[in-house]
């Protein structure tokens, strides 16, 4: 099962971006998603996550008023609003299709990925 996320690029720091995630309506229908990311020489941490039906979402601290996760299930698709960009969330972002409906934070807790996206906010 492919993931396709989409979106990333080159922002100055203080601007904006939107995250998207798509895939087969099977891959999302009962399944919570999260969005992850890894920068250079660092382990992949999470982000944000949000639950089966968009009823619940879990975000990090470090993203926390910055990054919104959504979802729209008659689209197949999950974005990541991203806000405010500073020059340490340069990474890149994959997005992750969960083992349950759960807004998980683990990565352990997710089984299928995407590619990954790159952003990079220049100071």
């Known amino acids: 099962v492919q993931l396709q996320a989409s979106g990333g690029g080159l922002v100055q720091a203080g601007g904006s971006l939107r995250l998207s995630c798509a895939a087969p309506?099977?891959?999302?229908?009962?399944?919570?998603v999260g969005w992850f990311r890894q920068a250079p020489g660092k382990e992949r941490m999470f982000v944000a996550s949000?639950?089966?039906?968009?009823?619940?979402?879990s975000v990090a601290d470090s993203v926390k008023g910055r990054f919104t996760i959504s979802r729209d299930n008659a689209k197949n698709t999950v974005y990541l609003q991203m806000n405010s960009l500073k020059p340490e969330d340069t990474a890149v972002y994959y997005c992750?299709?969960?083992?349950?409906?759960?807004?998980?934070?683990?990565?352990?807790?997710?089984?299928?990925w995407g590619q990954g996206t790159l952003v990079t906010v220049s100071s």
């Open positions: 949000i639950s089966w039906n968009g009823g619940s979402t």
């Open positions: 309506r099977r891959t999302f229908s009962n399944n919570g």
């Open positions: 992750a299709s969960g083992r349950s409906g759960g807004a998980a934070t683990r990565a352990g807790l997710y089984n299928y």
